[in-house]
């Protein structure tokens, strides 16, 4: 595969209809969850505090997203334009992540230490663990960017792959999450089919949890896993081939889909948002409240 093929994937028309079809499901749905989370809500919880961060996160991401893959195609020159353009991406990217994580985390103390959960659990502690996230996100991101720029260059398509920085803060961003996303995930399912069911109805709640539970965990594995391992490849071997570039643009623009993917997850699938999103609650709906207590500590 020569040169010019490398850079001819992405002028396919599939590709812009994927990107377009992308920015404009993404900022649709974040900006109506941010939007019912901010205003439509009672009160502020634990989750409603990291969903909103993780709408927050995601909606800065697609804004970036355009300039971003724009830069991305000017290896000329390693411009301030285009290192706040990376900046802002993968601050998000890594944000998101690291968001979902804190939820995955939350959900895992509220099942499986419910006593310990009175303590843990505050919304002052999660705004501050947010506050936290976004501190060590940006410390981190800083840090890579004075490496990168002693090193040859920040933006992606000006170092063209020669430095290792990249590569080893990525994967740190995210291999630790995965590993305690999935040891979370896993804790909370099975606390959840071990629990006593008292009736049909909390049977079919505790069934519904633990469904949504595994798809949030399978999202972030189908969105994130494919690009890092492709990155880890690449920083392992040292691949510098048409084909890993390639690979790492295609799954590079599939981990962008967990924007819209996060909005669905975690703000549709949740019964407190859906209840908050329309004017009125239909009287078999309350009369079946009790059955989504499980759904509802979770979301």
Known sequence: MNSSNCSSWDANPVYYTYMGGLLALGLLL???????????????????IYMANL????????????????????TSKDTPLCQISQAV????????????TAIA??????????LRARRLRSPGRAAAVCTALWAVV????????????????FCFAVRSGRSTYTGVFSLLGFYLPLAVLVFCSLQVVTALTQRPEANPGQAEATQKASRMVLANLAVFVVCFLPFHMV??????????????????????????ANCCLDAICYYFMAKEFQ????????????AHKSKDSVTMTLT
């Not at 439509?40 to 634990?46: F, G, K, N, V, Y």
């Not at 985390?105 to 419910?114: G, M, W």
């Not at 908050?276 to 309350?286: C, D, L, Q």
Request: charged share 15%; glycine share 4%.
């Open 138 to 153: 940006l410390g981190s991101l800083v840090l890579r960017w004075f490496l990168d720029v002693q090193d040859g260059g």
């Open 55 to 74: 709408a927050v996160a995601d909606l800065c991401l697609l804004c970036a997203l355009p300039s971003f893959l724009y830069f991305q195609k000017q």
């Open 231 to 256: 990155l880890t490849m690449r920083v392992a071997l040292g691949l510098q081939t048409c084909a890993i570039k390639v690979a790492m643009q295609i799954t590079s623009r599939l981990s962008d």
């Open 275 to 286: 209840e908050a999103s329309v004017s009125t609650t239909s009287p078999r709906a309350k």
């Open 30 to 48: 974040n900006g109506l969850a941010l939007w019912v989370l901010c205003w439509r809500l009672p009160r502020w919880t634990e989750t409603r």
């Open 105 to 114: 985390v939350d959900r895992y103390v509220a099942v499986r230490h419910p």
């Open 89 to 100: 991406y993968l601050l998000n990217r890594y944000m998101s992540i690291s968001l979902v």
